[in-house]
């Protein structure tokens, strides 16, 4: 059960409970008051032991179980202070509504816990202890198309790398991972910290305005930006190849400026430069192998002619594996079957070296860490039948062997078409 929903119940309870004893019988106000202030410090004691016990701990609430010791202690010392003021018989209906205003109180207290569990990833299965640091680049070759002031554009970069005990002294493949529309950097950390712990060097981008929000080198946060998340929410093709077209190059624009600085300025600092992101394997001459994260591969659109997009042609030489979730794998056979084309079929159909897969009862978000962080947001984005801890072990476990095939040279890399 979720740590915040027990909390709340053992909270109410106490608040229910002081009401039943209250309206039962006829109460002083000083014995209402005595009652009262019971239940503020049975409050703080659980508020407390959820913060110092392990089950509590777990769940990464302290910040919030803070707050709810310190309302329970100033509602306490109020009764305190109040204590001698008034006499009498206390009203029924003054206890209700007093009952139902900290009910109220404590259940939005407690909104965050309700929302996020206390998911700290997936256990790992490499040697290396992680390690984390970022930073964030300033491309002076670019001005940002979201601010007015003429400002750089900047790509705050979060590397996941492996602890060793010569720092400096071994050299890690370097993978680039580059989130969906409206996403952030840390939507597979789980992802991360498995190939970390085997041996990789792990650069997760955020793309400002992008990104469901980011910090800037001024510390302030950037939220994403609401044209685009209109844009991208709305996207049909009621609006035409040509519209469509448009958006998705300066998208794709933004995006692949993004990584592609992010990978030079890598590289200078002396790091080698395999990176996941499809696009760039056919626009780089670095690249050692590509993941598609069930996403869609944009850069196989070449323009629109005829009412119709055109598709590149040309071999697609980089080794490249494709995920799509439960319910897109199945509409593609459909569509394909009625003659449809869609840019991941078409690479996939270029690809020397391509492989496909699909996780049964699976959904968009199941290939993120977010439903196990937050199962109410995984549910309202898009989590499916399947467990999403089973999804991203599966997801987690073929990139790591994929990687291990194609960049470091170890064993031959199979996979199923469906899991």
């Known amino acids: 059960m979720n740590m915040g929903l027990i909390l709340f119940l053992l909270m109410a309870a106490l608040e229910i409970v002081l009401v039943i ?16 202030l019971f239940v503020r410090i049975a409050e703080i004691v659980i508020a407390i032991a959820a913060i110092l016990l392990p089950f509590g701990q777990k769940w990464r609430l302290t910040g919030i179980l803070v707050t709810l010791a310190v309302l329970a202690f100033i509602a306490a010392l109020a009764i305190l202070i109040r204590r001698k003021k008034e006499e ?51 491309d002076g070759a670019r001005t940002d198309s979201f601010e007015n002031d003429g400002s750089s554009r900047e790509v705050p970069v979060h590397f996941y790398y492996p602890e060793t005990k010569d720092e400096g002294t071994e050299r890690f493949p370097l993978v680039v991972f580059s989130h969906g529309a409206f996403g952030y950097y840390q939507s597979n950390t789980s992802t991360y910290m498995e190939l970390a712990s085997n041996g990789y060097v792990v650069a997760a981008l955020d793309h400002p305005h992008h ?3 980011t910090k800037d080198t001024d510390g302030k946060t950037v939220i994403v930006d609401t044209d685009f998340l209109n844009t991208a929410l709305s996207l049909n093709e009621e609006m035409g190849e040509e519209k469509l077209y448009a958006l998705y190059t300066e998208w794709m624009t ?20 395999e990176t996941d992101e499809s696009w760039f394997g ?24 005829n009412g119709e997009f055109t598709f590149r042609e040309e071999p697609y030489t980089v080794p490249v594996l494709a995920f799509d979730n439960w319910d897109s794998y199945n509409d593609m056979a459909e569509y394909q079957a009625q ?5 991941n079929a078409e690479l996939l159909k270029n690809a020397l070296t391509g492989y496909q897969t699909t996780v049964r009862g699976s959904k968009h978000m199941d290939f993120t860490d977010l439903p196990l962080l937050s199962p109410l947001l995984g549910r309202l984005l898009g989590s499916g039948e399947r467990d999403t801890k089973e999804t ?25 078409a469906v899991y």
């Open 21 to 36: 004893m209250t309206c039962v019988r006829a109460t002083e106000k000083k014995l209402w008051r005595k009652n009262r």
């Open 88 to 138: 009498g018989a206390v009203r029924k209906s003054k206890v209700i509504v007093s009952c139902v205003l900290s009910v109220l109180l404590i259940g939005f207290s407690l909104v965050p816990a309700f929302v996020f569990t206390g998911y700290k990833g997936l256990k790992t299965s490499g040697k290396y202890a992680v390690s984390e640091t970022s930073a964030i680049l300033i």
């Open 211 to 213: 990104a469901f929000f």
């Open 254 to 273: 933004l995006r692949t400026g993004d990584v592609d600085f992010a990978v030079d300025t890598i590289k200078a600092a002396v790091l080698t430069g």
């Open 282 to 305: 056919r626009e780089r001459d670095d690249i050692s192998a590509v993941v598609d994260v069930d996403g869609t591969m944009l850069g196989e659109y070449t323009g629109v002619e």
């Open 339 to 343: 003659g449809g084309i869609h840019p």
């Open 392 to 416: 991203m072990t599966i997801v987690n476990s073929l990139v790591l062997d994929f990687f291990n095939c194609y960049l470091k040279g170890e064993g031959v890399f199979t996979v199923n």
